[in-house]
């Protein structure tokens, strides 16, 4: 379904996860990010995309590399795709193409097209890195902590900003990578804020927002999490991370291996050092 929707910006919700896929027109392109997840929400992206591509180029934009953000690939053949050197050089490719196989698979669905992992075509690989196609400018930042491959993009016409698995409206911070790293990106999103103009932003799981005052309250909720698990962690302290595992939404199976990954990453980085 459509979710947000202005003159250049349509953002689409998935039933499952609340996730996200944004298209965004410019004079000079049509950028699609993280096309996902069902087949039939899928090809309403494709069909949105058809009516609004007229003779403009078309890319593809990978936040990154999770089954869920990189499903819709091979359903736009013709874009040239858009990532991080983190996702060209994924050591796990085959593993991201059995998850999405086995989604298949689960729900008796046939692949409406080849299941496959993102081949990059334009490499973003520093902070600050900009690729100008025509009169549009995007920016990029390198977005690590929940996965190592992630990618912050400021499309500079739209004052849009795609932020991937972070600064959700519900989600806390999933660590399947870092949790410095993570601090670290949210440290970034952070100057983001005060080094661009950002009139929309659009998370991978979530609702999108316009106002300034909710990116940052997403920011320090996500820090505030972070700050408060590492510490419960450092003190060994079994009652805080027990609350803190209630504050996950959406309570579920799934939400506590999150959880517990959570906190083995925590451990693993902070265990005997406050350096936070």
């Known amino acids: 379904m459509i979710q947000f929707q202005n003159d250049s910006i349509t953002v689409f919700q998935s039933a ?16 699609v990010v993280d096309p996902n997840w069902l087949p039939h929400e899928i090809e309403e992206i494709k069909e949105h995309v058809a009516r609004v591509k007229g003779d403009r180029a078309l890319y593809l934009l990978f936040t990154h590399g999770d089954f869920d953000h990189i499903i819709g690939y091979h359903a736009f053949p013709d874009a040239k795709v858009i990532g ?115 009139s929309v932003l659009v998370p991978g799981h979530g609702q999108t927002t316009f106002e300034q005052a909710e990116i940052k309250r997403r920011i320090q909720l ?30 579920s199976n799934f939400t506590k291996e999150c959880h517990k990954d959570n906190v083995e990453i925590v451990r693993k980085e902070y265990v005997g050092s406050k350096g936070i």
């Open 84 to 198: 991080s050197k983190g996702l060209q050089e994924h050591p796990e490719k085959t593993q991201k193409i059995e998850l999405i196989q086995q989604f298949y698979n689960e729900y008796y669905i046939e692949p409406p097209y080849e299941v496959g992992f993102p081949e990059v075509d334009y490499l973003i690989h520093e902070d600050g890195q900009q690729l100008v196609l025509g009169e549009t400018m995007l920016t990029f930042y390198l977005a690590q902590g929940h996965t190592h491959d992630g990618l912050f993009t400021l499309v500079e016409p739209l004052g849009l900003w795609v932020a991937g698995d972070y600064v959700s409206d519900f989600e806390l911070p999933f660590i399947y990578y870092s949790a410095k790293a993570y601090e670290g990106t949210l440290r970034k999103a952070e100057q983001i804020l005060l080094n661009h103009k950002v």
């Open 222 to 251: 996500s820090q505030n999490y972070l700050s408060r698990l590492i510490d419960a962690v450092v003190d060994e302290d079994v009652e805080r991370l027990r609350a803190l595992e209630k504050e996950m939404p959406f309570s």
């Open 16 to 31: 499952l996860f609340q996730t996200t896929c944004t298209v965004a027109v410019t004079k000079d392109l049509v950028i």
